[in-house]
């Protein structure tokens, strides 16, 4: 299976479930054979661990899904959703990600019917409806609506593979999308009504991989409304004290309910549930940059002169959008580190703003002492 690894089996509960799931994750990076999907996993793993001694790695994750997104998100709207996820958890732009327009792929992707992607799905469909409502993009009704269709008489949202497969997985995002786009109240109670009647007495659903469908299925349910959930919180409960039994002692966790080597989809997967959080609603807390930095204009602000902006550097460093402003108001074209100053510019004051931005960090935007231009 993509993405497994030796690990030790587990010996005793980890002390620290979710710094230990990062841990693992940071060390055991999806390879380019693993494929693009598991490198969205394992960002969005570290994303939710949110540990200080993961930063680096989750920005270097963030750097080569961007560097890759040109090559991989055009016609795959399940990796464009994924993607958006991602993305507005972090606080970056889902309309420019390495140069995608993640919002336009994934409505490149919906047919006139709803159907999202080639071969429609229940999970699909959910997904795409939670990537468009974190984007405060519209959710087309049509794709509400072919959800519906992949929900059966007992409740369960599945996939036809000779015949209905009622599946946890695409239940508990059923769920979540559901209960994002608000109605369709008797669909939801009939979903969770399933889903608390599949549930095992250990606390798990069972299905290929117990781990992610037992921490969606959990993280669907805290999704809901405080009255809905008040009557859900003992499955809640139930679900999160297994989960938390089946973290091996590398701090990953198994796809199997035997299992004795971590898994990345499963360890990410499993992050929803020990953070609390799900795919619908989960944010990482942005840190202010430990240094910060203050442009500068050096040179004499003489028409025909160049000027250069000394930006400063912050920690971490930062990306960097630097604008010219004459009189305060942008001068078109004046974004790079020198300015030449022009005839226009002669006795109006020029100055400079610099954004310093970085994955993880608090954007700030600051702007130069002004330097009066003349002939």
């Known amino acids: 299976m993509l993405g497994l690894v030796p690990a030790p089996a587990q010996a005793a509960p980890v002390t620290k479930p979710v710094a230990a799931a990062g841990t693992w994750l940071a060390a055991h990076p999806a390879s380019a054979d693993d494929g693009y999907s598991y490198q969205i996993y394992n960002a969005t793993g570290l994303a939710l661990a949110h540990t200080k001694s993961t ?12 560097a890759g997104a040109a090559a991989a998100v055009p016609g795959k709207p399940g990796t464009a959703a994924s993607l958006i996820v991602l993305a507005k958890a972090l606080h970056v732009s889902a309309k420019d990600f390495g140069g995608v327009n993640l919002v336009n792929e994934l409505r490149a992707g ?42 059966d008489a007992s409740g369960a949202f599945g996939y036809e593979y000779g015949g209905f497969v009622a599946d946890p997985d695409s239940t508990a995002l059923a769920i979540q999308a559901l209960n994002l786009v608000g109605g369709n109240k008797a669909v939801v109670a009939k979903a969770i009504t399933w889903a608390k009647s599949t549930q095992t007495a250990a606390g798990y659903w069972d299905s290929w991989s117990p781990i992610d469908s037992t921490a969606l299925m959990a993280s669907a349910f805290k999704t809901s409304s405080k009255k809905t959930f008040k009557p859900l919180a003992a499955s809640y409960t139930k679900a999160y004290r297994w989960l938390k039994t089946k973290q091996l002692a590398d701090g990953g966790f198994p796809a199997t309910l035997t299992g004795t080597t971590s898994d990345q989809m499963a360890t990410y997967d499993a992050l929803y549930l020990l953070t609390g959080t799900s795919m619908s609603t989960f944010t990482y807390k942005l840190s202010p940059f430990t240094k910060k930095a203050q442009p500068k204009i050096v040179g004499k602000a003489k028409v ?49 703003k610099v954004t310093y931005s970085q994955v993880g960090y608090k954007t700030v935007v600051k702007i130069s002492a002004g330097k009066k231009a003349h002939q």
Do not use: C, H
Request: no cysteine.
């Open 304 to 352: 025909g002169n160049t000027l250069t902006v000394k930006t400063g550097a912050t920690k971490p460093a930062s990306t960097l959008t630097i604008q010219w402003l004459r009189r305060g108001r942008p001068i078109v074209g004046a974004t790079a580190a020198t300015y030449t100053v022009t005839a226009a510019d002669a006795g109006r004051y020029l100055r400079v």
């Open 110 to 151: 919906i047919s006139a019917d709803g159907q999202v992607g080639a071969y429609g799905s229940a999970y699909g469909q959910a997904m795409a409806i939670i990537a468009l409502k974190r984007a405060g993009a519209g959710v087309p009704a049509a794709v509400v609506t072919k959800l519906l269709t992949f929900q």
């Open 55 to 66: 930063a680096d790695e989750l920005r270097t994750r963030v750097a080569d899904l961007r």
